[in-house]
T-cell receptor, first 113, second 116 residues
Framework: EAQVTQNPRYLITVTGKKLTVTCSQN?????MSWYRQDPGLGLRQIYY???????DKGDVPEGYKVSRKEKRNFPLILESPSPNQTSLYFC????????????FGPGTRLLVL | AQKITQTQPGMFVQEKEAVTLDCTYD???????LFWYKQPSSGEMIFLIY??????QNATEGRYSLNFQKARKSANLVISASQLGDSAMYFC?????????????FGTGTLLAVQP
């Protein structure tokens, strides 16, 4: 089954404790992206990757890191989480840059205390 | 700047009736794509339908159709024969042609409640 998977689905952590949210897709998509969803603000792009070893900042990259060592994986790293990073996070992938549909993972709910 | 506007924070519809969710957009790109996603209470984002700016016909996917009026810059979602399982948050989104981000610009969403 073609899908985007994220782990963990739910995470509670404390300020400053490094964490990684994994994202994997099995559709051989070149393009991957991370979004965060906050009430009243909708979804905003954090980082994106056009292909292996090619990543760039989205609209709200502060406090996040990403890597793209393999085509299928695009982990999101919070080196020192803060309470304002409490949010619902989505990973998405698409075949390319044109109008191809972006398929979303199931989401990761993060609470930073 | 690109922008998506959804003016209906919430709507009710009776089961088996049709409902239209409004979406207007603003862009200066000549080529763009419009998307609708459904987000049930479980949180996942489910792709529903896509309309390209150069498509001559309105997109349809089962009970979903997109009423695309390019001159008015509107891309309303029509759900026919509503079902209880259609109760969810619905987001309109746009992707412009220019740039490498492939970023989707989302509206603030419309919460749809289907009543039996």
């Amino acid at each position: 089954e073609a899908q985007v998977t994220q782990n963990p689905r739910y995470l509670i952590t404390v300020t400053g404790k490094k964490l990684t949210v994994t994202c994997s897709q099995n559709m051989n998509h070149e393009y991957m992206s991370w979004y965060r969803q906050d009430p009243g603000l909708g979804l905003r792009q954090i980082y994106y990757s056009m292909n292996v070893e090619v990543t760039d900042k989205g609209d709200v990259p502060e406090g996040y890191k990403v890597s793209r060592k393999e085509k299928r994986n695009f982990p999101l790293i919070l080196e020192s989480p803060s309470p304002n990073q409490t949010s619902l996070y989505f990973c998405a992938s698409s075949a390319g840059l044109a109008q191809e549909t972006q398929y979303f993972g199931p989401g990761t709910r993060l609470l930073v205390l | 700047a690109q922008k998506i506007t959804q003016t209906q924070p919430g709507m009710f519809v009776q089961e088996k009736e049709a409902v239209t969710l409004d979406c207007t957009y603003d862009t200066s790109d000549p080529s763009y794509g419009l998307f609708w996603y459904k987000q049930p209470s479980s949180g996942e984002m489910i792709f529903l339908i896509y309309q390209g700016s150069y498509d001559q016909q309105n997109a349809t996917e089962g009970r979903y159709s997109l009423n695309f009026q390019k001159a008015r810059k509107s891309a309303n979602l029509v759900i026919s024969a509503s079902q209880l399982g259609d109760s969810a948050m619905y987001f309109c989104a746009m992707r412009g042609h220019g740039g490498a981000t492939n970023k989707l610009i989302f509206g603030t969403g419309t919460l749809l409640a289907v009543q039996p």
